[in-house]
């Protein structure tokens, strides 16, 4: 069986959860990381067994083919587009990119070298957004309206995500996963008031958004940078003719069939960490895609879609210009 020779760039948090996840799957060698922090890197390399390169030439020259960005946010597109040029097959940590151009470059990156470039919106593999997926697209609900909410509890732990100059803002951190669920669910936003403040931070900390899909399904989006972790932090509401169903997190998610019906619950709180929010899966799509040469899960495109988005939001927030059509 043919394995795939992986190589990580970043240990931190997410990069580690990739590692655990790639080590288990039986088509893949886990070849070394790249990593700047010397007990960080001591740590992966101790606990993977795994060797430590300098660059992304280094990895190259010792035969990897597919690499993992799983770096601070504003790392992102020179890793990537320098991966890509090299000819790696490429996952990257959502966001791709921290601005419109770069995101827009990349993806002619991409196409131009033809390799196999998959986005890090690990939410569409969660259990809680798969079921509400096939819910909708078997017609077991029919969607007119919905509502969500995404909140950051804070900004101070890790201290650098309330710094825009690593971040790129903080509709990149947790919102723009949620903005990727919208369109997934309900089709391409095509137009969308936005209304923003600084209540707490020095960026934009609360958001709201008024949408309407190409479809004609309207509904409302709240994010939050400071409200805390009370649960839950992650919901979305999808409501059809009677009937209603809701997520709270990945934890669980409940369905109400009619106006007197029982409503059935999944609660998939005990299931590991890594499968539920939808990492695992995430992971094996990637490889599957190399190997059986398939279009990525959530593509170059996909990513860029999601940063036009938010870029839109920022502009609209900074211009006082609150509609947007796309």
């Given at each position: 069986?043919?394995?795939?020779?992986v190589?990580?760039v970043?240990?931190?948090?997410?990069?580690k959860v990739?590692?655990?996840?790639l080590?288990?799957?039986?088509?893949v060698?886990?070849?070394?990381?790249?990593?700047?922090?010397e007990e960080?890197?001591r740590?992966?390399?101790e606990?993977?067994?795994?060797?430590r390169?300098?660059?992304l030439r280094?990895?190259?020259?010792?035969?990897?083919e597919?690499v993992?960005?799983?770096?601070p946010?504003?790392t992102?597109?020179d890793l990537?587009?320098r991966?890509v040029?090299?000819?790696?097959h490429v996952?990257?940590?959502?966001?791709?990119?921290?601005a419109?151009?770069?995101?827009?470059a990349?993806e002619?990156?991409?196409?131009?070298?033809?390799?196999k470039f998959?986005?890090?919106h690990n939410?569409i593999?969660?259990?809680?957004y798969?079921?509400?997926?096939h819910?909708?697209?078997?017609r077991k609900i029919?969607?007119?309206s919905?509502?969500?909410?995404?909140n950051?509890?804070?900004?101070l732990?890790?201290?650098w995500?309330?710094n825009?100059?690593?971040?790129?803002?903080?509709?990149?951190?947790?919102?723009?996963h949620?903005?990727?669920v919208?369109?997934?669910?309900?089709?391409r936003i095509?137009?969308?008031?936005?209304f923003?403040k600084?209540s707490?931070?020095?960026d934009?900390?609360?958001w709201?958004?008024v949408m309407k899909?190409?479809s004609?399904i309207?509904g409302?989006?709240?994010?939050?940078?400071h409200?805390g972790?009370?649960?839950?932090?992650?919901r979305?509401?999808?409501y059809?003719?009677?009937m209603?169903?809701s997520?709270?997190e990945m934890?669980?998610?409940?369905f109400n069939?009619?106006?007197?019906?029982?409503?059935?619950i999944?609660?998939y709180?005990?299931?590991p960490?890594e499968?539920?929010w939808?990492?695992?899966?995430?992971?094996?799509?990637?490889i599957?895609?190399i190997?059986e040469?398939?279009?990525?899960?959530?593509?170059?495109s996909d990513?860029?879609?999601?940063?036009?988005?938010?870029?839109?939001?920022y502009k609209?927030?900074e211009?006082n210009?609150?509609f947007?059509?796309f």
């Amino acid at each position: 069986m043919r394995k795939v020779r992986v190589g990580i760039v970043g240990t931190g948090f997410i990069g580690k959860v990739h590692m655990k996840n790639l080590m288990k799957d039986k088509r893949v060698e886990l070849i070394g990381v790249i990593e700047p922090d010397e007990e960080r890197a001591r740590g992966a390399i101790e606990k993977f067994n795994l060797r430590r390169f300098t660059s992304l030439r280094e990895m190259k020259d010792a035969g990897v083919e597919a690499v993992y960005i799983t770096t601070p946010n504003r790392t992102h597109f020179d890793l990537a587009s320098r991966a890509v040029e090299q000819g790696f097959h490429v996952f990257c940590e959502k966001p791709m990119t921290t601005a419109l151009s770069d995101a827009k470059a990349l993806e002619r990156y991409v196409f131009e070298r033809k390799v196999k470039f998959q986005v890090g919106h690990n939410r569409i593999f969660a259990y809680v957004y798969k079921f509400i997926k096939h819910a909708i697209e078997s017609r077991k609900i029919v969607p007119y309206s919905f509502q969500v909410k995404m909140n950051r509890g804070e900004l101070l732990n890790p201290p650098w995500v309330s710094n825009k100059d690593i971040t790129g803002g903080f509709l990149f951190e947790s919102t723009l996963h949620l903005f990727y669920v919208v369109e997934y669910l309900f089709g391409r936003i095509k137009e969308m008031y936005v209304f923003a403040k600084k209540s707490i931070y020095d960026d934009f900390d609360d958001w709201t958004f008024v949408m309407k899909s190409s479809s004609g399904i309207i509904g409302t989006f709240i994010s939050s940078a400071h409200t805390g972790w009370m649960f839950p932090f992650e919901r979305v509401e999808v409501y059809g003719k009677h009937m209603m169903i809701s997520n709270d997190e990945m934890e669980r998610v409940s369905f109400n069939h009619d106006l007197e019906a029982e409503t059935e619950i999944h609660d998939y709180s005990k299931i590991p960490f890594e499968e539920k929010w939808g990492y695992v899966e995430e992971d094996r799509s990637f490889i599957t895609s190399i190997l059986e040469d398939k279009q990525t899960s959530v593509t170059v495109s996909d990513g860029l879609r999601a940063i036009e988005i938010v870029d839109a939001c920022y502009k609209a927030a900074e211009e006082n210009e609150s509609f947007i059509r796309f």
